[in-house]
């Protein structure tokens, strides 16, 4: 935004902010808990995606140390008469 356009637009902002009317207007129950409902939603979709971006390095990091740190193990073929 262009400096001298911020700061028309800044208090005139918060000049129609200030002098806002209440609207008086009633919000039912089933509609408020709609409401309610979507910001739990919104919320919980951007902890959720948080905690994935965090959460998918560590357990690739977890995977890799657990690699380095086992032996590896070899799978011995075994027929129906006995070890080959």
């Known amino acids: ?3 001298m356009t911020l700061h028309i637009a800044l208090p005139l902002g918060l ?3 200030l002098s806002a009317q ?3 207007a009633y919000v039912g129950p ?3 808990l709609g409401a309610v409902g979507v910001v ?15 959460w998918y390095p ?7 140390i657990r690699q380095h740190t086992q032996p590896q193990l070899r799978a011995r073929i075994v027929s129906r008469r006995g070890q080959l």
């Not at 739990?40 to 995606?49: A, E, R």
């Not at 560590?58 to 890799?64: A, G, T």
Request: a positive charge; glycine letters at 8%; hydrophobic letters at 55%.
């Open 30 to 32: 089933g509609s408020s």
């Open 40 to 54: 739990f939603g919104l919320i919980g979709t951007i902890l959720l995606s948080l905690v994935s971006f965090v």
């Open 15 to 17: 000049a129609m902010m």
């Open 1 to 3: 935004m262009h400096k």
């Open 58 to 64: 560590i357990k690739r990091l977890h995977r890799k």
């Open 22 to 24: 209440p609207a008086m």
